[in-house]
């Protein structure tokens, strides 16, 4: 990696981490406060319906708009040679972006009008916590993107130091991530609960990369 790096960089990549710890934590509270069900009857989840359940939602959807400018920073921040690394990533994480971005849209618009309208059962297909909905399996395939643009971006880190840590965690969510989609797909418990305990390798990620992007003096 250089020795030296321009203002924006350093500064986009230190801002972008630490919204991203920001809303990581908004999302962990929410959720603790705000448990999120599975539901596969509709009426069910129409009887149990608050708006105030969704609010986890929120801080998901700004992590999708906060990564943008993060995986920029990672492609700018890689040596030349290693260019083409963080330009695969950013392509993978274009589709984390479409994915989730869009699911996430969808649930703070779409099913609150849906489901507080007088045709409710027209939001079964689009809702989150139906494990058998398109919206949960659009979620886990925007998770897959996420992941595998991770371990591209590790490609751009060198194996000593701290950045040896970060590439090393950045494979360990990758495949987390990874596992945890194949769990989805092949109906396996155990496997698809590594989508949520990936949180933890994803937030050491971007505290790492806080402390690196902090510590390279610039060049402009």
């Given at each position: 990696m250089?020795?030296?790096?321009?203002?924006?960089?350093?500064?986009?990549?230190?801002?972008?981490?630490i919204?991203?710890?920001?809303?990581?934590?908004?999302?962990?509270v929410?959720?603790?406060i705000f448990p999120?069900?599975?539901y596969?009857?509709?009426?069910?989840?129409?009887?149990?319906?608050?708006?105030?359940?969704?609010l986890?939602?929120?801080?998901?959807?700004f992590?999708?708009?906060?990564?943008?400018?993060?995986?920029?920073t990672?492609?700018?921040?890689?040596?030349h040679?290693k260019?083409?690394?963080?330009?695969i990533?950013?392509?993978?994480?274009?589709?984390?972006?479409?994915?989730?971005g869009?699911?996430?849209f969808?649930?703070?618009?779409?099913?609150?009008?849906?489901?507080?309208?007088?045709?409710?059962?027209?939001?079964?297909?689009?809702?989150m916590?139906?494990?058998?909905?398109?919206a949960?399996s659009?979620?886990?395939?925007?998770?897959?993107?996420l992941?595998?643009?991770f371990?591209f971006?590790?490609?751009?880190?060198?194996?000593?130091g701290?950045?040896?840590?970060?590439?090393s965690?950045?494979?360990?969510f990758?495949?987390?991530?990874i596992?945890?989609?194949?769990?989805?797909?092949?109906?396996?418990?155990?496997?698809?609960?590594?989508?949520l305990?990936?949180?933890?390798p994803?937030?050491?990620?971007?505290?790492?990369?806080f402390?690196?992007?902090r510590?390279?003096?610039?060049f402009d």
């Amino acid at each position: 990696m250089a020795n030296s790096m321009s203002f924006s960089v350093k500064k986009m990549g230190q801002i972008s981490c630490i919204l991203i710890i920001f809303l990581v934590f908004l999302f962990v509270v929410s959720i603790v406060i705000f448990p999120q069900h599975q539901y596969v009857s509709f009426n069910t989840y129409l009887n149990n319906f608050h708006i105030v359940s969704l609010l986890p939602v929120i801080p998901s959807l700004f992590l999708v708009f906060a990564n943008v400018p993060l995986f920029a920073t990672l492609f700018y921040y890689a040596e030349h040679q290693k260019k083409i690394f963080g330009l695969i990533g950013v392509l993978f994480g274009i589709g984390y972006l479409v994915c989730s971005g869009i699911n996430y849209f969808v649930q703070l618009s779409m099913i609150i009008k849906t489901v507080s309208g007088n045709n409710p059962e027209i939001a079964v297909p689009f809702l989150m916590s139906n494990p058998n909905s398109f919206a949960y399996s659009i979620d886990n395939l925007g998770y897959l993107f996420l992941s595998i643009s991770f371990l591209f971006f590790s490609g751009i880190f060198t194996p000593r130091g701290l950045q040896s840590w970060i590439k090393s965690v950045f494979i360990i969510f990758g495949m987390a991530g990874i596992l945890g989609t194949l769990g989805y797909i092949l109906n396996v418990s155990l496997l698809e609960s590594m989508v949520l305990l990936s949180a933890l390798p994803y937030l050491v990620c971007i505290v790492l990369l806080f402390f690196e992007f902090r510590r390279y003096p610039i060049f402009d």
